[in-house]
């Protein structure tokens, strides 16, 4: 009876949160537009073809606030073709699994995953698991498996590692080219970011057909502090909620993780100058890379001329490439992409209780347009 009613009672919370997540409203829903480029139709990482997004959200009991969140980078074998990737670290304070290969050979060659730092490790292994278990993957003996994480032990009972096998391969098995949730889900379920509840976020930028037509998308996993802007206006020092603001307890330290996207030819060396440039975001949201916070962006390319086959047939290839001197337009939307990913973390998550009674409240909306219309940081106001 016991376990009936304890299982009734997770279900109850975990439909409350799914209808009050529907309630909330991404930034640009409510006049807050970044930037001058459009995104896609989803406004998602997703928008970049072929890319598909997948996760698993853990809320059970009064201490699990945990999950996983995968990217695709396409819908064939990775392994097989694997596509050309970058990583940049903006402080190393961060359990970066796989990276070292990324940054040697300049490919992916498994899906990226995103979860909390004492599961990195299984996540990791589950993604070996699955990369081993498609017949054409038969015969390899190495697997380089991408994961990134943040640290969510404030809500969640971090040390019990409730993400399990079962739970990644869910993820990549459910994952959608289409709308990406966002809030508290998945890897940002248990998050929080610039004094308010994190989670995830996503957002694209459509470049011009003249600038080359091509899409940037952009997820985020937040868990950081700073002194959060929104769209250039002050939100957290009007709420009184951020960093060494007087008598005010506050958590610096955290993490974020930054994925992005393109289906724009790019090498892995241009592919790093694009994810450098998510830090200039990072910087405008409010955030300082604090001692304590693992920063990282990881980039790569769908460009399907770009694939890289794990057995290479010939000596020589010939590849195309985005040249220096039109990468300009690239930066624009990357840094355009994940400011607004960011506030799309934040706008869609809502207040979460987790272990030992901890609440997580959420960004106040309706106090955070007023201080937006203040300093006339929302359009058509």
């Known amino acids: 009876m016991k376990k009936s009613i304890a299982v009734i009672t997770v279900l109850i919370s975990f439909l409350s949160l799914a209808q009050a997540q529907e309630q909330r409203k991404r930034a640009r829903d409510l006049g807050i537009e970044p930037g001058i480029l459009t995104p896609g139709k989803w406004n998602a990482i997703t928008d970049v073809k072929g890319v598909s997004v997948g996760q698993k959200t853990l809320v059970a009991g009064d201490s699990i606030r945990t999950g996983v969140t995968v990217i695709l980078p396409h819908q064939g074998n990775i392994?097989?073709?694997?596509?050309?990737?970058?990583?940049?670290?903006?402080?190393?304070?961060?359990?970066?699994?796989?990276?070292?290969?990324i940054e040697e050979l300049g490919n992916i060659e498994t899906p990226i995953a995103l979860t909390n730092t004492l599961n990195a490790f299984l996540v990791a292994n589950s993604l070996v698991n699955y990369t081993l278990s498609i017949p054409e993957n038969a015969k390899i003996r190495s697997v380089n498996p991408v994961v990134g994480e943040t640290n969510d032990g404030w809500l969640n009972d971090i040390r019990g590692r409730h993400v399990k096998d079962k739970h990644v391969m869910e993820a990549i098995n459910t994952a959608t080219t289409e709308k990406v949730a966002e809030g508290n889900v998945g890897a940002g379920t248990g998050t929080r970011a610039l004094g308010f509840k994190g989670g995830i976020g996503t957002s694209s930028r459509v470049l011009p057909k003249e600038r080359g037509g091509y899409t940037v998308g952009v997820l985020v996993q937040t868990n950081f502090g700073g002194i959060l802007q929104i769209n250039g206006a002050p939100v957290g020092e009007e709420l009184n909620n951020f960093y060494m603001a007087n008598d005010v307890p506050y958590v610096v330290d955290g993490s974020c993780m930054i994925v992005i996207a393109t289906d724009a030819p790019l090498s892995a060396r241009?592919?790093?100058?694009?994810?450098?440039?998510?830090?200039?975001?990072?910087?405008?949201?409010?955030?300082?890379?604090?001692?304590?916070?693992?920063?990282?962006?990881?980039?790569?390319?769908?460009?399907?001329?770009?694939?890289?086959?794990y057995s290479a047939k010939e000596r020589e290839k010939n590849t195309i490439e985005v040249a220096n001197d039109y990468m300009s337009p690239l930066f624009l939307a990357a840094v355009e992409a994940t400011e607004e990913a960011i506030y799309n973390s934040l706008f869609m998550a809502t207040d979460m209780q987790g272990q030992k009674g901890r609440m997580m409240k959420a960004l106040p909306v309706q106090e955070t347009l007023k201080i937006m219309d203040k300093y006339k940081a929302r359009k058509n106001q």
Not at 79 to 100: D, E, I, R, S
């Open 270 to 309: 241009n592919l790093k100058r694009l994810a450098k440039r998510s830090f200039l975001a990072f910087g405008k949201v409010g955030s300082f890379s604090s001692n304590g916070s693992g920063d990282y962006s990881i980039a790569f390319s769908t460009h399907p001329q770009l694939r890289i086959p």
């Open 79 to 101: 392994f097989q073709q694997k596509v050309p990737a970058a990583v940049f670290v903006g402080n190393g304070f961060g359990k970066a699994l796989g990276f070292t290969q």
